[in-house]
């Protein structure tokens, strides 16, 4: 298996934590991988074929993922997932690709202007004139 996460913005790949946790009923116990991109704890690793894996990412704040995709490497060649749950067949090499956006930043409220109470009970009385 192989994971590489691809983004937008000024973070670089290697921010990225790529992990794939296999089904807690898997006997013999499979080898949950975690690491950053590129490393070999997630690049080239052998994993049991049959084995659900839930793939997840966790990186710097400001990033949303997109998308989530795999393929036979080397090819355009589709790997089904259920959500996020590859379950890879026997002599498979794999390539995940997580897809990341740069999050609009939240906007900051402008504040609303709110008119003050005037200090008198009524409207000013001017321009009306009193006659004596």
């Known amino acids: ?53 839930t793939l997840a990412e966790s990186g710097p704040p400001g990033y949303a993922m997109e998308s989530l995709s795999c393929v036979i490497s080397g090819t355009h060649d589709a790997i089904p997932l259920r959500s996020d749950t590859l379950t890879p067949d026997v002599g498979q090499d794999i390539t995940c690709t997580f897809t990341n956006v740069e999050s609009a930043p939240t906007p900051t409220p ?9 200090p008198w009970p009524h409207p000013s009385p001017w321009p009306h004139r009193s006659h004596w």
């Open 1 to 53: 298996m192989l994971f590489r996460s691809a983004h937008g913005g000024n973070a670089q790949p290697t921010e990225w934590t790529l992990t794939a946790r296999p089904d807690k009923t898997t006997e013999p116990p499979a080898p949950a991988l975690s690491g950053v991109t590129g490393t070999p704890e997630v690049t080239d690793v052998a994993v049991p074929p049959g084995v659900p894996y």
């Open 110 to 118: 402008t504040p609303t202007w709110k008119p003050r109470p005037s």
